[in-house]
């Protein structure tokens, strides 16, 4: 959910104005989401990186975060949203960390939407705590128990990453997971970010053709097609 700050900056205002309209642009795609029948939605909203802005920033970020699961997680929870929270929790406040599992907790029998909240993550530290976690356990590193011990192991990996902000890069996020994931980048900030782009993205993934190594006679035989599982 990239473009926040810039947004804020061109319209002359602080940084953390765009972060809280980044809020509603959330709150607007999940709801698209759920009207789509997409089942699973992945959102990056802090870097492990992200701590290395200004703190009067970082500090208006927590702040968000906090109001967000006061305001949003009862409204998320009549929609039948069930919320799961991606990332490393030592170093945020005890405040923050009783709120992520009272909201996980609140939402957990939802089944309309899986929205995963990457939060204190990044795509290097989601590996190497896998790798870390099977060798404590004695377990062999094999591709199979790396896939089992990732955060995000609840869910199959992503069909289709989207990014916004114009920029074309992964940033750290869903590194292992995305390996065949279809990539879409839109030039619209995330404030911008509307049910239009949203079906842009959708439809530019139906009309790819995802082969997952085999030629495209291969797939037309065997009848592959794509589909709308889940969303980055």
Sequence with gaps: MDG?????????????????????SLRRCVKAC???????LTVFAFSSENWNRPAEEVSGLMEIMVGALAREVPKLSRDGVRLHF????????????????????AT???D?????VCFNYGGR??????AAKLMEQGEALTEANLDRAMA????PDPD???RTGGEQRLSNFLLWQSAYAELYFSDKLWPEFDEAELDAGIGAFQARERRFGKTSAQVTAGGDSTSDRQMA
């Design 4 to 24: 926040n700050g810039r947004w804020a900056t061109r319209r002359f205002l602080p940084r953390v104005a765009g972060h809280k309209q980044g809020v509603e």
């Design 34 to 40: 759920v009207d789509r029948g997409v089942g699973i």
């Design 86 to 105: 991606v990332g490393e929790r030592a170093g945020l406040s005890k405040k923050m960390v009783q709120g992520l599992v009272d909201a996980e907790q």
């Design 108 to 110: 957990a029998q939802n």
């Design 112 to 116: 309309k939407l899986i929205l995963n």
């Design 125 to 130: 530290w989601d590996i190497a705590r896998a």
């Design 152 to 155: 995000l192991s609840h869910v």
């Design 160 to 162: 289709l990453l989207i």
